[in-house]
């Protein structure tokens, strides 16, 4: 379930990268060898956000065993809830969010400098890519298990913060105001 949400929330703001890569490949090699490392690229970013997906399901797993979790409905009680969006508020307001969501904001500066030709280097680069990219979005993803993990609400406002943080002219700067309504809607869940 987590890698199928993971899938379709980070397909909007992955797009951009899946066409430059496919485009930096056509300057590299046939159309079909460059098919098939755009394909190998995709696959490795699957790969790290399916890390993710597990790490996450271990953590619902755990919080349910712990009965901290409401089965039904998949919402954390309110302290456990309130810490997760706090954590993830303050997350949204490190350097190393920041150095994350930098690099999410550039495909061309990053194939200009990491390129590697054929499958195997589309599938090294999506699988670098996706590292920086749950390293970007593990703690806003994370914040599912606050609000709702089945919350089609929330996982739709989710896909629009990532989005506007890593499409948008003022992505970077949009984090900001993200973490500090994460952080007040963590002292609201109190």
């Known amino acids: 379930m987590w890698l199928v949400m993971m899938t ?28 098939l490392a755009t394909l190998a690229f995709i696959g490795g970013y699957v790969v790290s956000w399916a890390g993710y997906s597990i790490a996450a399901a271990t953590v619902q797993i755990a919080l349910g065993e712990l009965r901290l979790l409401d089965e039904p409905r998949g919402r954390l009680a309110a302290w456990p809830a309130a810490a997760i969006l706090a954590v993830a508020g ?25 390129w590697r030709d054929g499958a195997a280097g589309g599938f090294r680069m999506g699988v670098a890519h996706g590292a920086f990219c749950v390293g970007c979005c593990w703690a806003l993803m994370g914040t599912a298990l606050a609000v709702g993990v089945m919350s089609p609400w929330w996982m739709a ?4 913060a990532v989005f506007v943080e890593q499409v948008t002219p003022w992505g970077l700067w949009a984090r900001m105001p993200i973490g500090l309504a994460l952080l007040g809607g963590g002292l609201a869940r109190l």
């Open 157 to 160: 406002a989710l896909t629009i």
């Open 90 to 114: 303050v997350y949204q307001l490190t350097p190393f969010k920041r150095a994350c969501l930098t690099h999410c904001r550039n495909p061309i500066t990053y194939f200009l400098t990491r």
């Open 8 to 35: 379709a929330m980070m397909a909007p703001t992955v797009w951009p990268w899946v066409r430059a890569s496919h485009r930096f490949g056509l300057g590299t090699q046939s159309s079909s060898h460059s098919g």
